[in-house]
């Protein structure tokens, strides 16, 4: 049995359940808006250091965009202006499926960078030490969960997006 969005936003899900969830979408809104925010105001910040730092599978694809200040530049608008906008709608509940993969991707973009694998160790600080889990794999979980519970229909800008496409149903 299959259901489609229109089915599970109608869902009726407990206040605890549709509390919680929503506190996860905007806590990781919060997150990414603030991490474009503070990399906007800063005219300094480059992904640079990040990229040249990459060791595993992709590294070489890295290094080459960091060595390219052209693929560098794009990359970092791409960054600070991927995470401001998709942090602003997942706050605000706007177009959430389509933010959230953009969020999926852009954070395995940085997993895939940097990972926290045995043998693996960065000229750049960690949070802490971690083995396989940081809190970037941590982060894609999350925005799973929040793409299988399309809740932002029931409380979000998605509602009134969605409700006069749907011929206000």
Known sequence: MTTNVKENSTKH???FQLSSLLLLRMLIGWHLLYEGVVKI???DWSAAAYLKDSKWIFAGLFNWIAAIPEALSVVNFINMWGLTVIGFALIAG????????GGIV???SYYVAAPPL??????LPSE????IVNKNLIEIAA???L???????IIGLDRILFKQKDGGK
């Open 106 to 108: 852009l954070i395995a």
């Open 41 to 43: 105001a800063n005219p």
């Open 143 to 145: 925005l799973l969960v």
């Open 118 to 123: 045995v043998g693996l160790s960065y000229m």
């Open 94 to 101: 706007l177009l959430t499926r389509y933010f959230i993969i």
């Open 13 to 15: 899900y407990s206040r």
């Open 128 to 131: 802490g030490s971690y083995l």
């Open 147 to 153: 793409l299988a519970l399309p809740t932002s229909r």
